[in-house]
T-cell receptor, first 118, second 116 residues
Framework: GAVVSQHPSRVICKSGTSVKIECRSL??????MFWYRQFPKQSLMLMAT?????????EQGVEKDKFLINHASLTLSTLTVTSAHPEDSSFYIC??????????????FGPGTRLTVL | GENVEQHPSTLSVQEGDSAVIKCTYS??????FPWYKQELGKGPQLIID?????GEKKDQRIAVTLNKTAKHFSLHITETQPEDSAVYFC???????????????FGTGTLLAVQP
């Protein structure tokens, strides 16, 4: 159980275009979803936290107008990179967390999306 | 805010040897400490976690120890195998019952290479 999927797994786009990445919890309801960015040989950096039905909370330094997050249901969150530029090229990873119980804080990670902006 | 340091950054061991990765955290209120294994091009996978009311937890070849006084926690892998080769991340967070959204703060990662 506790499977999180991401789509697409990799995407290549031209500079100036927008890209949408989907994150789905397949077998549980995720009250909270997180979006991370990971550059090569670096750690995961939290970009934003989203709760179903409410606005996302962005980390300091992350532009909310550039990285649009929507958590429309308990099983789906989307990250849209608007007007992408080469410096946005990175590995984007989502995670999902169910609420309550002894595993309250456990996050289940998706397989990641490799974004390359030309 | 919370800061998590992780050492070493790279670790090479012979197959069958043990590997130990250490992390320290700064926020004494942190009470949840997971360890993740990340293979190249994939998302992190939880391999073991520990909460602050426990000093040690073991799952087959993997164990985690926690020293709350010193704010240290460590991952121990025994009888290492080539398939254990990956990047390992520690993390820390504050458990938030009652609806609080608690962030995982990650360490910098350890590249473990198990030589056959």
């Amino acid at each position: 159980g506790a499977v999180v999927s991401q789509h697409p797994s990799r995407v290549i786009c031209k500079s100036g275009t927008s890209v949408k990445i989907e994150c789905r919890s397949l077998d549980f309801q995720a009250t909270t979803m997180f979006w991370y960015r990971q550059f090569p040989k670096q750690s995961l950096m939290l970009m934003a936290t989203s709760n179903e039905g409410s606005k996302a909370t962005y980390e300091q330094g992350v532009e909310k107008d550039k990285f649009l997050i929507n958590h429309a249901s308990l099983t789906l969150s989307t990250l849209t990179v608007t007007s992408a530029h080469p410096e946005d090229s990175s590995f984007y990873i989502c995670s999902a967390r169910a609420g309550g119980g002894s595993s309250y804080n456990e996050q289940f990670f998706g397989p990641g999306t490799r974004l390359t902006v030309l | 805010g919370e800061n998590v340091e992780q050492h070493p950054s790279t670790l090479s061991v012979q197959e069958g040897d043990s590997a130990v990765i250490k992390c320290t955290y700064s926020d004494s209120a942190s009470n949840y400490f997971p360890w993740y294994k990340q293979e190249l091009g994939k998302g992190p996978q939880l391999i073991i976690d520990i909460r602050s009311n426990v000093g040690e937890k073991k799952d087959q070849r993997i164990a985690v120890t926690l020293n709350k006084t010193a704010k240290h926690f460590s991952l121990h892998i025994t009888e290492t195998q080539p398939e254990d080769s990956a990047v390992y991340f520690c993390a820390a967070s504050k458990d938030g019952y009652g609806g609080a959204t608690n962030k995982l703060i990650f360490g910098t990662g350890t590249l473990l290479a198990v030589q056959p």
